[in-house]
Each structure stands twice: as structure tokens, then as C-alpha cells.
T-cell receptor
Framework: GAVVSQHPSRVICKSGTSVKIECRSL??????MFWYRQFPKQSLMLMAT?????????EQGVEKDKFLINHASLTLSTLTVTSAHPEDSSFYIC??????????FGDGTRLSIL | QKEVEQDPGPLSVPEGAIVSLNCTYS??????FMWYRQYSRKGPELLMY????GNKEDGRFTAQVDKSSKYISLFIRDSQPSDSATYLC????????????FGKGTKLSVKP
């Protein structure tokens, strides 16, 4: 069964809307969660690394005010795309890592901004 | 030179064939090696995970790591149509086991 649950799987919304995506670790405590973005026919690009109880670390070129990450517990991290625009349309995937675990990925969220 | 090189394919094989997927890397600091399978519109699914040179077998899948040559392979025996997916090689630097470096992925199609 799924080790990491990501919700929602699909979002379609108007430009200017803020969208929240949840990532839950079901079977283990995730010390670290990662957020990726994937464009069609491209590999995963790491956006940010989130450790429970501390601020996320963003990769170069990723706007932290645009992509708000909260990792309030060992089983839940959220990514909020604020004031989304069409260029933010993409496939967003989270992963979770815990002690003695490789990274396990969620099933992704397909975000479409009209 | 890119950190990870992976032939994007596409690779098309008949059902029952042995599939060989390969990646090369340039950074000798990489310690952990993984293969993920990604179906269309889904997140990557971990297939194999190892940190040492040599072979690791799991059912029809065998992962091979050659640290001296900086080369990893994934072999799929008796390939099935359900194996049709994109296969991603990945590395990290160890320690927290975070910050995976991915290859671009090889798209595999197994024809019945």
C-alpha cells in the first residue's frame, strides 16, 4: 500500500488563486520531506527540503514567498502555491524520508492554472 | 559534464525480453544508488536501493553498481507489458539520504 499520501491529485483553478497541497507519511515518521516539480517529459526538479519544526530550504531559483512550505509534524508537510499563475501549472510531487528509510514518493498533484 | 547521464529512450522491447537500463555519474561522492519506476501521471515508486558495488536482485529485477566505473544498471528479466513506464536512476550523497540527484529517465515500452 501507499507509504506517502499526497492530496489532492488534481487541481484546476483560476489565476490568482492560492492552492494548498498536502503530503502525509503513512507508515513512518518523516524527519525530512522534499517537494519536487516535474514538467512533461522531464525529470524531477527539487524545489525545497523541509525538516520538521524548522524552515524549509529552497533550491536556487525557487521563490520562497511563492511556494510556502510548512512541516508542522513528523507526518505532514504542506506546499501552498500563492497567487498561482498559468506558468505555475505543473506536476508537483512530494517525498518523505525517515531514519533507515529511502525516499518514498507521493502520487503527485497535477496543478492547472487557467 | 552533467552529474548524471541517462539515455531517455524511448526503448521498445517485446514481451519476455531482458531489458538493460543504464546510468553513468561523475561525482564520486555519491553513496546511495536507487532505481525508481514512474508510471504516467504518478509519483516515482522505489524499485531498488543499494549503497555498495555489486549486484542486488529482487524478483525479476537486478541492480548492478560499479563504483570504479561510476556506472549503474537495472536489468529486467522476462519483461511484461506492465513494466512499461519511465525508469529513473537516482543518487544521493549519503548522510541524511536526502537531496536525490535524478537521471532524466528512460521510457520503456514492452509490447505484448
Amino acid at each position: 500500500g501507499a507509504v506517502v499520501s499526497q492530496h489532492p491529485s488534481r487541481v484546476i483553478c483560476k489565476s490568482g488563486t492560492s492552492v494548498k497541497i498536502e503530503c502525509r507519511s503513512l507508515d513512518f515518521q518523516a524527519t525530512t520531506m522534499f517537494w519536487y516539480r516535474q514538467f512533461p517529459k522531464q525529470s524531477l526538479m527539487l524545489m525545497a527540503t523541509s525538516n520538521e519544526g524548522s524552515k524549509a530550504t529552497y533550491e536556487q531559483g525557487v521563490e520562497k514567498d511563492k511556494f510556502l512550505i510548512n512541516h508542522a509534524s513528523l507526518t505532514l508537510s504542506t506546499l501552498t502555491v500563492t497567487s498561482a499563475h498559468p506558468e505555475d501549472s505543473s506536476f508537483y510531487i512530494c517525498s518523505a524520508w525517515g531514519f533507515n528509510q529511502p525516499q518514498h514518493f507521493g502520487d503527485g498533484t497535477r496543478l492547472s492554472i487557467l | 559534464q552533467k552529474e548524471v547521464e541517462q539515455d531517455p529512450g524511448p526503448l521498445s522491447v517485446p514481451e519476455g525480453a531482458i531489458v538493460s537500463l543504464n546510468c553513468t555519474y561523475s561525482n564520486s561522492a555519491f553513496q546511495y544508488f536507487m532505481w525508481y519506476r514512474q508510471y504516467s501521471r504518478k509519483g516515482p515508486e522505489l524499485l531498488m536501493y543499494t549503497y555498495s558495488s555489486g549486484n542486488k536482485e529482487d524478483g525479476r529485477f537486478t541492480a548492478q553498481v560499479d563504483k570504479s566505473s561510476k556506472y549503474i544498471s537495472l536489468f529486467i528479466r522476462d519483461s511484461q507489458p506492465s513494466d512499461s513506464a519511465t525508469y529513473l536512476c537516482a543518487w544521493n550523497y549519503g548522510g541524511s539520504q536526502g537531496n536525490l540527484i535524478f537521471g532524466k529517465g528512460t521510457k520503456l515500452s514492452v509490447k505484448p
